[in-house]
């Protein structure tokens, strides 16, 4: 004790405790029905009673009274935070361990002496070490005593008022002076015990402790999100977050909105009951404000958008009652909702996804099997890592005792039909929840329709677009702005779009018999059929295509399955990789079942011949060349001359990029004599000028001059820029491997001048770095880095074109000794084309990569200085004059 005149009253308070204690144990015992529960009752009521006894006498003893007194804390603390129905086998078990443990005390008491135990026992210093352990046992039983007994067999105390002692640890080494308990006259605690926390929370602990910070801090939170995304979950492990029962002890209120219908008496009733107010049937907060403002509270109101939807009946009046308990000042109010009509001074917080490591630690605390992950993390991320998914998928597998295999086979064939347990969890009612909602039938019957065409798209629909693709809903804006507000989607880089397991509940079943989804089939299908010509004005225009690929694939890959044969389908995909050649050159999923036509199909030879020129935009020349092939066998069948001819200058080309020059040569000259014999001047011309670049690249420059220089001189001025342009840029190529570096530049300039009229990215992303090449080489490092750096601003849609510049990039810096940014530079070329699966570059990265790797060692070996660098080629590179790597980039393609 601190001071002696500290001690009576210290003890005093300890007496108080110990007898509320022992009324507490013994109204237990009288009302248990149980008999193991009596037992052990009643050896507590005995060994409280020694203790308060031996107190009363003893004042070395009041050390141990008060460990006991804090004991009595944890009995308040568990009565007010936990309450259950009857009692389990883990109770049960309790009750045995706490009868042993208090008789085994009593057994070795009375060993001790058969006089006077208590006095004399207490009074032997070497007995000292004993007696802490003892206290540390009786501390330890009965906390198990107060949170599984007393609250299972519904004993009722009395409120003791929060921090009756303070001190270093449960020893109660030091006791305050303020210590004196005061006791409420009945003996129900007030407000109800909220729920306990989730078993586990993973992936959460960051958002946990921001808003632990805000209730900390009296900030009333909302936490908003679609449904089974975790606010719940999120809630009740702040809940029972050490720091905030630290907080708020046991007034921590947990109330579930959606359990009751949606009225101002009702949810004021329920406030009323949860916090302990015994105010019956409240009209307002007015009789509430007492026992609200009487101590600091944490309120839970949990689904809020049950009763804060406003489209309900009594929506008004709950939201003002909702927002004047988030003014209180001693009073933390935390919303969990689906719906974002919220109290303005409520911090929105939206609860996001797990992440995959999250998502995969929720799916095997349940599904506790590690055979193939990556197949489990598959399926987790086509669910968007939406908790209540993966938590259903694991419970299904686990229900049904599943192997990994067999669930992946289960989700193939059902997909988000699959995530229903045994007890009729379901992603369906989740979902239902928020289309019933009073918001949500108040859009109209039409609205799950559109909510079903947006969940279709893989992207979600263009926010800008509502109006083109939704022309019979003049109120479209509202519409799209409710289901955001309902969490039904959300937005995103400009797409309204959903999270994957709601779009895969929403989506319709049957999409081509989906009327408002045709009808957005057919506008997209509109949008696509226009003249691809570079020439046009509004050819800009259909670069939408760059930002809406993955909508435009999905539809045409669902419309083309089950034998879809119309033509106006076909046409689209004809015309959709024409949009993908000119700006964002990629490969597409309907690959495949183009190739799988019959030869004789109306569309097969035009889709093939696209096909073959997407092949060629990524630098899969072999694909593109066997494509081809097949395109020119059948073309020559039906003898259409025309189609040959261009066949034929293609498949030059694609030679031309494999190295073959004389078997391109041979091809491009046959292709010349049909143009010719047709009277095509502008077909002879692409002829010449695809003459001008294998010639060009089998160091025929002579040859390659004359023959570019003839082609532009059969073009007009006017008409024919896109093919000028091009023409230019490889007569431009062609004096500068003549080393006629002004004639060069000259035409390089002019390539630039007509591709910037028209914003011809490709065009300009290949003079550039034709430019880039020519300053280089020429030593003019500042201009190379000038034209380099404007290639890769014309090449952000086009992964080969943008690997290839960056190459460039690295080469540049190689030359520079600037190592460590070419080394990078190379490295992130390499990867680039390892994706593509572009193999006819790779071996030029990994040999610019052995150099610098080379050159990086020298000058590690020489400490820097210049004479360890000597010898290692820092003035050349590696020679791929003649290799695609630096070739003279493509020939004009129509």
Same mark, same amino acid.
């Given at each position: 004790?601190?001071?002696?005149?500290?001690?009576?009253?210290?003890?005093?308070?300890?007496?108080?405790?110990?007898?509320?204690? =022992?009324?507490?144990?013994?109204?237990?015992?009288?009302?248990?029905?149980?008999?193991?529960? @009596?037992? *052990?009752?009643?050896? *507590?009521?005995?060994?409280?009673?020694?203790?308060?006894?031996?107190?009363?006498?003893?004042?070395?003893?009041? &050390?141990?009274?008060?460990?006991?007194?804090?004991?009595?804390?944890?009995?308040?603390?568990?009565?007010? #935070?936990?309450?259950?129905?009857?009692?389990?086998?883990?109770?049960?078990?309790?009750?045995?361990? /706490?009868?042993?443990?208090?008789?085994?005390?009593?057994?070795?008491?009375?060993?001790?002496?058969?006089?006077?135990?208590?006095?004399?026992? %207490?009074?032997?210093?070497?007995?000292?070490?004993? =007696?802490?352990?003892?206290? @540390?046992?009786?501390?330890?039983?009965?906390?198990? !005593?107060?949170?599984? /007994?007393?609250?299972?067999?519904?004993?009722?105390?009395?409120?003791?008022?929060?921090?009756?002692?303070?001190? @270093?640890?449960?020893?109660?080494?030091?006791?305050?002076?303020?210590?004196?308990?005061?006791?409420?006259?009945?003996?129900?605690? $007030?407000?109800?015990?909220?729920?306990?926390? $989730?078993?586990?929370?993973?992936?959460?602990?960051?958002?946990?402790?921001?808003?632990?910070?805000?209730?900390?801090? !009296?900030?009333?939170?909302?936490?908003?999100?679609?449904?089974?995304i975790g606010k719940t979950s999120v809630a009740l492990a702040v809940l029972h977050h050490a720091r905030i029962k630290k907080r708020f002890g046991s007034n921590r209120r947990f109330i579930r909105c959606d359990q009751f219908p949606a009225s101002r008496s009702n949810f004021l009733g329920r406030l009323s009951k949860v916090i302990g107010a015994g105010v019956e049937n409240p009209e307002d907060l007015t009789p509430l404000r007492p026992s609200l403002s009487a101590t600091e509270m944490f309120v839970i109101l949990d689904n809020a958008e049950s009763i804060l939807d406003p489209q309900g009946a009594n929506a008004q009046e709950i939201y003002g009652v909702v927002e004047e308990l988030s003014q209180f000042d001693n009073i933390c109010l935390c919303i969990t909702t689906r719906i974002t009509t919220i109290p303005p001074d409520c911090k929105r917080l939206d609860v996001p996804t797990l992440s995959m490591d999250a998502a995969y630690h929720a799916f095997h605390r349940i599904q506790d099997n590690d055979e193939q992950p990556d197949l489990i993390n598959d399926i987790l991320k086509q669910l968007d890592f939406h908790p209540l998914s993966v938590t259903l998928l694991a419970t299904v597998a686990h229900q049904n005792n599943w192997d990994n295999n067999r669930l992946v086979r289960e989700w193939e064939q059902r997909q988000t039909g699959l995530l229903r347990t045994e007890h009729n969890k379901s992603l369906a009612a989740t979902m239902e929840?928020?289309?019933?909602?009073?918001? %949500?039938? #108040?859009?109209?019957?039409?609205?799950?329709?559109?909510?079903?065409?947006?969940?279709?798209?893989?992207?979600?629909?263009?926010?800008?677009?509502?109006?083109?693709? !939704?022309?019979?809903?003049p109120n479209g804006t509202v519409v799209f702005d409710k289901f955001c507000i309902l969490s039904?989607?959300?937005?995103?880089?400009?797409?309204?779009?959903?999270?994957? $397991?709601?779009?895969?509940?929403?989506?319709?079943?049957?999409?081509?018999?989906?009327? +408002?989804?045709? *009808?957005?089939?057919?506008?997209?299908?509109?949008?696509?059929?226009?003249?691809?010509?570079?020439?046009?004005?509004? !050819?800009?225009?259909?670069?939408?295509?760059?930002s809406e690929d993955v909508n435009v694939e999905h539809l045409l890959d669902i419309f083309t399955s089950n034998g879809a044969d119309s033509d106006d389908v076909w046409e689209a995909c004809i015309n959709f990789m024409k949009l993908l050649f000119w700006h964002k050159r990629r490969l597409t999923v309907l690959g495949p079942k183009i190739e799988l036509l019959p030869d004789d199909h109306s569309f097969k030879l035009e889709c093939t011949y696209e096909l073959s020129r997407l092949f060629y935009s990524v630098g899969d020349h072999v694909e593109q060349k066997r494509l081809l092939s097949h395109v020119l066998e059948l073309m020559r069948e039906r003898g259409d001359d025309r189609v040959v001819a261009r066949v034929l200058s293609r498949l030059s080309d694609a030679n031309r990029l494999l190295g073959r020059h004389k078997e391109g040569i041979e091809l491009a000259k046959e292709a010349l004599e049909i143009h010719g014999r047709l009277d095509d001047t502008v077909g002879k011309a692409r002829c010449l000028n695809g003459l001008a670049c294998l010639m060009f690249e089998d160091e025929q420059l002579d040859a390659a001059e004359e023959a570019a220089s003839r082609a532009i001189k059969l073009l007009p001025e006017k008409g024919e820029e896109f093919l000028l342009c091009g023409f230019h840029r490889v007569l431009g190529n062609i004096y500068h491997s003549k080393d006629e570096t002004g004639k060069a530049i000259e035409h390089f300039e002019t390539a630039l001048g007509i591709a910037s009229a028209f914003d011809w990215h490709n065009e300009l992303f290949w003079t550039h770095y034709?430019? *880039?090449?020519? %300053?280089? #080489?020429?030593?003019?490092?500042?201009?190379?880095?000038?034209?380099?750096? @404007?290639?890769?601003?014309?090449?952000?849609?086009?992964?080969? &074109?943008?690997?290839?510049?960056?190459?460039?990039?690295?080469?540049?810096?190689?030359?520079?000794?600037?190592?460590?940014?070419?080394?990078?530079?190379?490295?992130?070329? +390499?990867?680039?084309?390892?994706k593509l699966g572009v193999t006819n570059i790779l071996e030029a990265c990994k040999s610019l990569l052995g150099n610098i790797e080379q050159s990086m060692k020298s000058w590690s070996t020489s400490g820097g200085s210049d004479s360890g660098v000597r010898g290692t080629s820092f003035g050349t590179l590696p020679s791929t004059t003649q290799s695609t790597a630096l070739g003279s980039g493509p020939i004009p393609y129509s």
């Open positions: 004790m601190d001071t002696k005149s500290q001690q009576p009253k210290a003890r005093e308070g300890v007496l108080s405790m110990l007898n509320v204690a =022992i009324e507490a144990v013994n109204l237990a015992k009288n009302i248990s029905a149980i008999a193991p529960a @009596q037992a *052990a009752f009643g050896s *507590a009521s005995t060994l409280l009673t020694m203790i308060r006894d031996s107190m009363a006498n003893e004042q070395d003893y009041v &050390d141990l009274g008060v460990s006991c007194a804090d004991v009595c804390q944890a009995l308040d603390r568990g009565i007010t #935070e936990r309450r259950l129905d009857g009692l389990s086998s883990s109770v049960l078990g309790a009750i045995r361990q /706490l009868t042993a443990t208090v008789a085994e005390i009593l057994r070795k008491i009375a060993e001790r002496g058969k006089r006077n135990t208590v006095s004399r026992l %207490f009074h032997a210093k070497d007995d000292k070490d004993t =007696i802490a352990a003892w206290r @540390q046992d009786l501390i330890r039983v009965i906390h198990v !005593f107060n949170t599984e /007994l007393a609250i299972n067999t519904h004993v009722m105390v009395a409120d003791i008022h929060r921090n009756v002692l303070t001190g @270093q640890d449960t020893c109660g080494k030091h006791c305050s002076t303020q210590a004196t308990p005061v006791l409420q006259p009945h003996n129900v605690p $007030p407000g109800e015990l909220p729920p306990p926390p $989730p078993r586990a929370c993973f992936g959460r602990n960051e958002l946990i402790e921001r808003i632990v910070g805000l209730a900390e801090s !009296f900030n009333p939170i909302a936490l908003v999100g679609a449904g089974g929840l928020s289309l019933t909602s009073p918001m %949500f039938q #108040e859009l109209g019957s039409d609205a799950r329709d559109v909510l079903s065409v947006v969940a279709f798209f893989p992207q979600g629909v263009d926010e800008n677009n509502l109006g083109w693709l !939704f022309p019979t809903f039904l989607t959300y937005r995103n880089n400009g797409f309204i779009t959903m999270l994957a $397991p709601l779009r895969d509940y929403l989506c319709p079943k049957d999409p081509k018999s989906f009327p +408002l989804l045709c *009808a957005t089939k057919e506008r997209y299908f509109t949008r696509m059929s226009v003249n691809l010509d570079p020439h046009c004005p509004g !050819f800009g225009d259909t670069r939408w295509i760059t034709s430019l *880039a090449k020519l %300053f280089s #080489e020429e030593g003019r490092l500042g201009d190379a880095h000038a034209h380099i750096e @404007q290639a890769k601003s014309h090449a952000v849609d086009n992964a080969y &074109d943008l690997g290839r510049a960056i190459f460039l990039q690295a080469r540049i810096w190689y030359r520079q000794r600037r190592l460590k940014e070419a080394m990078s530079e190379a490295l992130r070329a +390499l990867e680039i084309f390892e």
